[in-house]
Nanobody, 123 residues
Framework: QVQLVESGGGLVQAGGSLRLSCAAS????????MSWFRQAPGKEREFVAA????????YYADSVKGRFAISRDKAKNTVYLQMDSLKPEDTAVYYC????????????????WGQGTQVTVSS
């Protein structure tokens, strides 16, 4: 089992920044690919960003490319999502997820999920 705990969400004005954190514990979480997904009210959960177990491969959704940055600190078993130039359409619950080794952009392929953290961007 891998336990994931997100933090860092909140209310921010458009154009502002937030940094989300996801602390992992349990099984060797360093061998897991880590991703961020988000879900807005009435919408399906969508892929945001991911980093492979090694940290060598990083992927972003087109909607956040150039504004968001994912990183991982293996020593702290923590993954971060730096979100800059936030837009009202970024408003959602953001979830951290983990799966063994390799990244996948489908939420159905992830084994472990955090409880989510709310991000609200006001216009």
């Amino acid at each position: 089992q891998v336990q994931l705990v997100e933090s860092g969400g909140g209310l921010v004005q458009a154009g502002g920044s937030l940094r989300l954190s996801c602390a992992a514990s349990g099984r060797p979480s360093s061998t897991y690919a880590m991703s961020w997904f988000r879900q807005a009210p009435g919408k399906e959960r969508e892929f945001v960003a991911a980093v492979s177990w090694s940290g060598g491969d990083i992927y972003y959704a087109d909607s956040v490319k150039g504004r968001f940055a994912i990183s991982r600190d293996k020593a702290k078993n923590t993954v971060y999502l730096q979100m800059d130039s936030l837009k009202p359409e970024d408003t959602a619950v953001y979830y951290c997820a983990a799966r063994p080794l390799y990244v996948n952009t489908s939420p159905d392929d992830y084994d472990y999920w955090g409880q989510g953290t709310q991000v609200t961007v006001s216009s």
